[in-house]
């Protein structure tokens, strides 16, 4: 995934030290489908969603993200929660180490979804049976039980 400036400026102090960032997630869902995607630096399905800007409302970041990843309208109906903790400390490939603490929003998809290729490579609907069986983060499981518990 591309690094915002804000990130790159930050990682030319601190090299692949271990850096707390805001970021948002979209919980999409139709029915008992929720839309996943797989982006281009893992084989791992996901919830579609991405870093917050400094002075970005979240909000707002959640819709610019889901725009720029799969050409998509959402509106948001309701926050799920705010996340963090063990299972969001990531490395990535270049050795960079991030612990994101990400608000989740329940959200309604206006148009149809198409993978931009840059970013995501594979967006797809699963239910939470077959979502089971994928290969992915564990932290999509805490929020997708409260997006279920709360009726989102």
Excluded: K
Aim: net charge negative; with cysteine.
């Amino acid at each position: 995934m591309p690094m915002s400036d804000y990130v790159r400026s930050i990682r030319a102090r601190i090299g692949h030290d271990l850096l707390l960032l805001p970021s948002v997630t979209a919980v999409i869902r139709d029915g008992e489908r929720f839309l996943l995607a797989r982006t281009v630096d893992s084989d791992d399905w996901s919830l579609i969603g991405g870093g917050v800007e400094p002075g970005e409302d979240p909000a707002d970041a959640l819709i610019r993200e889901v725009q720029e990843e799969i050409g998509a309208r959402i509106r948001i109906t309701g926050i799920i929660g705010a996340y963090g903790g063990e299972s969001l400390i990531l490395t990535y490939p270049n050795a960079d180490r991030v612990s994101y603490v990400a608000t989740a929003y329940a959200c309604t998809l206006l148009d149809p979804p198409i993978a931009d290729q840059e970013e995501i490579v594979e967006v797809g609907w699963f239910t939470r049976p077959e979502i089971a069986e994928l290969q992915r983060g564990r932290w999509i499981d805490r929020i997708l039980d409260d997006a279920e518990a709360m009726g989102a």
